[in-house]
């Protein structure tokens, strides 16, 4: 989880989290919000439910709309965007904490001339997500 932290630009999101169950299927706890995992995430973390877990994501795989997308949405305020040409640092504030997304400057432009501090939608890749043990650090998604 140490080298997984610091590789890229930006770094990944490592934000702490919980494995519940809802509804038959293991969900990872953002705050008070819960993001249902696949069927293959779900298979290699299912002797950890209900415990604390680490969760990461790269920003590049993390998703913004202003719409709720089909299934996994989960809601934060933008709170501010760094432009790097040809794309977008957006960072979103999620329960207590901040979240990165690496958005392309075409789908960036339109929300962020919306305006700041206001609710927009994410979701990530989950087959690009990580999920770690909050005692050994260890990878649970490989």
């Given at each position: ?8 630009a930006p770094e ?8 519940v169950e809802h ?120």
């Amino acid at each position: 989880m140490f080298v997984a932290g610091f590789i890229g630009a930006p770094e990944m999101n490592i934000r702490p989290s919980q494995l519940v169950e809802h509804d038959g299927r293991l969900h990872l706890t953002l705050g008070d919000q819960r993001l249902p995992l696949n069927d293959l995430l779900q298979s290699k973390v299912e002797t950890h439910k209900n415990q604390q877990v680490f969760f990461g994501v790269r920003p590049e795989f993390v998703s913004l709309s202003d719409e709720p997308f089909a299934e996994g949405s989960c809601t934060g305020e933008m709170v501010r965007v760094e432009n790097m040409g040809h794309e977008f640092f957006v960072y979103l504030k999620v329960a207590d904490y901040e979240l990165t997304a690496r958005v392309p400057s075409d789908e960036a432009k339109p929300m962020i001339e919306k305006g700041l501090h206001r609710k927009v939608y994410f979701k990530f890749d989950l087959n690009k997500c990580h999920i770690f043990d909050a005692k050994t650090e260890q990878n649970l998604s490989l």
